[in-house]
């Protein structure tokens, strides 16, 4: 966690806010420290530091989404659902993106990482990783084959 310099202030309806507050322990222990400062705003404090490029607003927007959706569920299955679509969502926002330069350090580790992922086919919107080339294909792509 990074405690921010410049807290954000988050405009929430005074509804959204108190459907928040009984999760902000879950949010803390993820990185994201949240105070509330009125009946319909609240202050990010602190952020994990691979979330620095990210809008909190709208990740705290999307949270209060899935409490929307999930509060039908038992309190226990509602908590444990909106923590895995919380850690999804910031593995995705976390997660190296096409353009990003990398050293070849930072690639043979990122590989060695994908290599003990349990589901390393796809990402957990469920979007390939990679693709199996043959020779024939890459020979065909560079116009060496037809």
């Not at 966690?1 to 993820?30: A, K």
């Not at 909190?56 to 409490?67: A, N, R, T, Y």
């Not at 003990?116 to 957990?124: D, H, Q, Y």
Request: with cysteine.
């Amino acid at each position: 966690m990074q405690r921010l310099i410049f807290p954000e202030v988050i405009n929430l309806t005074e509804e959204s806010v108190n459907l928040l507050l009984p999760y902000l322990e879950l949010l803390h222990q993820n990185g994201i420290d949240l105070q509330p400062i009125s009946k319909s705003q609240l202050i990010v404090e602190s952020t994990p530091v691979y979330l620095k490029d990210l809008s909190l607003e709208d990740l705290v927007k999307q949270f209060v989404s899935w409490i929307e959706e999930y509060q039908v569920l038992d309190k226990a299955v509602l908590f444990r659902a909106v923590n895995e679509k919380l850690h999804a969502q910031m593995a995705c926002k976390a997660a190296v993106k096409a353009g990003d330069k990398l050293t070849t350090e930072q690639i043979y580790k990122l590989l060695e990482d994908l290599n003990k992922t349990e589901n390393r086919f796809a990402c957990p919107h469920g979007r390939p990783t990679g693709w199996l080339l043959s020779t024939h294909d890459i020979e065909k792509k560079f116009k060496r084959k037809f």
